[in-house]
C-alpha cells in the first residue's frame, strides 16, 4: 500500500469567503492569487476602516488582515469585529493577522486583539494552506491511500 502526498492547491476545501485586508496592494494582489489558487473567493480592503464596511454587508468565514495600516489597525479592526459579534450574538468569524513583526508581543498583541493567529510574512502558499487545514477548513482526506504500484 502507497501513500501519496496530494498536491498543493488539490486538496477539496470547502469554498471559503474571505476578506483581505492591506494598505500595500502588492500584498492584497499575492494573498488574493494564494487564496484563489487555493480555491476560495477574496474580497479585498486597504485598511481597517473599508475592511469593517465590507464586513458589514456581507458574511465572511475569514478576515486576514495586515496588523499595521493606516485608519485602522489590524488589532483595531479585530477589536471591533468582536465586540460586534458579542453584541449581536453572532459566530466569530476567523481572523488571522499578518506581521513582519516576527517578536512574540507583537503575536501576543494580535491574539489579545482576538484574532485567532498571526502569521509572519512573507507568507508561502504551503504555509497558508498548512494553516487554513489546521482551522479546520478542509474536506478530512488529506493523504490519498494508492494501492496500486507507483508508476515509474
Do not use: Y
Not at 71 to 88: F, V
Not at 110 to 122: D, F, R, V, Y
Not at 147 to 152: F, G, L, S
Amino acid at each position: 500500500e502507497n501513500v501519496r502526498a496530494i498536491p498543493l492547491g488539490s486538496r477539496r476545501a470547502r469554498r471559503l469567503q474571505v476578506l483581505v485586508v492591506d494598505d500595500h496592494a502588492v500584498n492584497r494582489q499575492i494573498l488574493h492569487q494564494q487564496l484563489s489558487f487555493l480555491g476560495h473567493d477574496v474580497e479585498e480592503a486597504e485598511n481597517g476602516l473599508s475592511a469593517l464596511n465590507l464586513w458589514h454587508g456581507q458574511p465572511f468565514d475569514m478576515v486576514i488582515t495586515d496588523c499595521h495600516m493606516p485608519l485602522m489597525s489590524g488589532s483595531d479592526l479585530a477589536r471591533s469585529i468582536r465586540q460586534e459579534e458579542r453584541e449581536n450574538g453572532e459566530e466569530p468569524v476567523v481572523i488571522i493577522g499578518l506581521t513582519a513583526d516576527a517578536q512574540p508581543e507583537e503575536i501576543e498583541r494580535c491574539i489579545q486583539a482576538g484574532m485567532n493567529e498571526c502569521l509572519i510574512k512573507p507568507i508561502g502558499l504551503d504555509v497558508l494552506e498548512e494553516r487554513l487545514l489546521a482551522l479546520g477548513f478542509a474536506a478530512d482526506e488529506l493523504p490519498v491511500t494508492i494501492d496500486a504500484e507507483p508508476v515509474a
